[in-house]
Each structure stands twice: as structure tokens, then as C-alpha cells.
């Protein structure tokens, strides 16, 4: 089933709608079978080395800037799309470079592909509420050790805000960042390049367009991905006591049997759980619902707070923050709601916490 939700989030934090759709915002335009156990992408596990190892040469970036009081303003870089489809074109050119030719979702106009591409390459709506309320929310995440885990993370726009907030200032408190995603070409092509830029970032290392330039097009700015930058984000990391993992595929017993070292599960070790747990935009299909909350349970530490963002109702696609709180209170859960976002005539959108006790 491909969707066409109509919004994602343009440079200076606002909404867009997107063009070229004929049918309703949200409405399936093809209906196939929804995703079933049968249809799961089997679940890996993916070093920081493995993925460095993907990068390209150089990446063409802007910065988004979310307005997060009314004098307050948060400016995360992200990779821009255009330069993603370049790269996947440069690679569908050329067979033997290819790791994947059926990410062809990326070149259409689709924002959700069921059961190919989850939607991980483009910043959704809710993840720069989920970065508004971290920010916060920041006494939840410094000042002491913690195991942050991102589900569905596409572009990352939390981790990212977490990453350069963290490297911005001298911590001695160990982090691991585990960043998951539907899709190992979400990781390699967004995910860990908007990473670096959060370092770049931090560290004031990104290019600023030239403000002399007042006429013509001003250029996109890239970075060129030289192993001394590499090498520098590594130490950087390691002087922080920031480790990053990744996992691609569906949300499955697979994939919680790896985040708990392949052991068996259910667990409460500290060392394979989650203190904190993020996710935005993850619960607009009714039949994945329950494999995300079965992540919650297995991955979240009885201690853990799970920061999860989503608009109200997603029309036309079933999801909703409703069906998904039924399930948590099923389980006796906590769920309270933290921030609520409503634009115009727009769908209400929530950032809410859910803890075990
Ligand atoms: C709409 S995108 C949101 C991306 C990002 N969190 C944001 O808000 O910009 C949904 C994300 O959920 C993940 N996802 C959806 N269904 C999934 C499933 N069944 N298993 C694993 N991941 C899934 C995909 O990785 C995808 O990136």
C-alpha cells in the first residue's frame, strides 16, 4: 500500500504540503495487503564501522531551524533529499556499487510504500515536537548515564538534537544511541549522515553560506566526508563516552532478541535496556501498532520513559493515538501528554510519555 500524507517539514520548521497529489491527503491511493508477520524485513544489527563504511564521498545539507519558544529557535542540519536521490541514482547507474536497487521509493512521490519504505527519508511533522519537548525536557537526558533507543528514527531529528546537545558541552556520563529503522538505506543515506552534521554542528564545523553573496542562487552547502573528519567525529564520540549502534527491519522478536545481545528475553538488564525511548510518526498503521508496543515492552527499562510523538488520527491510513493508548492501558501503563500541537485547520498533533510505572 503507498500513502501520500502530504506533509513533512520544510527548512524553517513549518509543515508543507507537498504537490503533485491528486487523491486526499492520507488516503491509500493502492490497496494491498497490510503488513503481516509473513511481510517483516528480517531484523540486523549494524555497527558505526559498518555504516561509515557505506557513506559517500561528500553530502549536500541546510539547516532546519524549529522555533521552540518565542524568542528561541533550534537549528538542526539534515541531509537535503535532492542530494540522497542523486546518490541513489549515481548507484542505480552503476550495478556493482548498488547495495540496493529496489529502494526505488525514494525517486517517486510517495511518502510511505507498505511493507518497502517506511517513510525514513523525509523529516516528519511530529519529530520537531518530539525535539521541542526534549528540549524541554534536557534534565531527562544529561546529567547522568543513559541508553537512548530511537525507533522508526529516519532523518533522527531527536537523536541528532541529543547528540549535538551532548557534544556541545564536556560530559562524563557513558550514552549509547541505538538508532532503528525499517530500512538499512534510511540509515546509511539520512540517519548517519545527519548524525555527523550534529557533530559538525556542535563543534561549529559546518560551512556557512557566504553573507557577501547577495545576488544569484545561493549554493546548497556540502561537506566533503574525508577520513580526518570521520576519524575526528570518532575521538569526539569517544571523549564524550557516546556509543551508536543501528538496526534495520520490522519491529519483531528478531529484532528485540538483538538489541538484548541475541539472549533471550524478556529482560530487565540494565545493560540491554532502554532509560529513554524515542519515536515520532510510528504509530499510523493500525497493524504495526502492536509489534511497537511489543518493542516498548522488551526494549524500555521498568524505569524508562518512552517519548513518543504522533499526530491525533491518520486519516485514511487508521492509526491513531487512541488505538495505541488502549494498548497501553491494557497493559497498566502510564501515559500522560506533554505537548499538543495544532496549526489551522490541521489534524491535533501529541507528545506524550509512557512509563511502566
Ligand atoms: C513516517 S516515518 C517517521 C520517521 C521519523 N521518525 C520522523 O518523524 O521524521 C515512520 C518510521 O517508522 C518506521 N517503521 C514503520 N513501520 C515499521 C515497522 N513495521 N518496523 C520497523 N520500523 C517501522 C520506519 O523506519 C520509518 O522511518
Redesign the pocket.
Known sequence: MSFKFNFDIDADGEDVETDGVETTPGVPVEQTPS?SSTSRVSAQLHSLDELISKLPPHIAFSPLVIPSTSTKSITIPRRELFDVKMQLMTEDNNPSTNPNQSFSAAFTDED?RTNTY???L???E??SDLVKQLATDSEAWTNSPHRILE?????A?PSCYILQTLLATPSDHPVHLTL????ID?LRLVTLPNLILAYLHATNGLPTTDPSVTEGPEETPEIELTPTLISDFLSALQSHKITISFLS???SPAMISLIHGGLDYPSTADETTYSLLL????I??PS?IP?FVDMIEHTLANTGKGYIAAKDIYFGVGGSVKDFVDIVEKKSWKWEILREEKRGVGVSRVVGVVSKS
Open positions: 503488513n510511505i517506511e517513510g525514513g523525509k523529516s516528519w511530529c519529530s525507533l522508526g528514527c529516519g532523518t531529528l532503528a529503522d525499517y530500512n534510511v527491519g520490522s519491529w519515536a515520532s510518526e510510528t499510523y498503521s504495526s509489534d
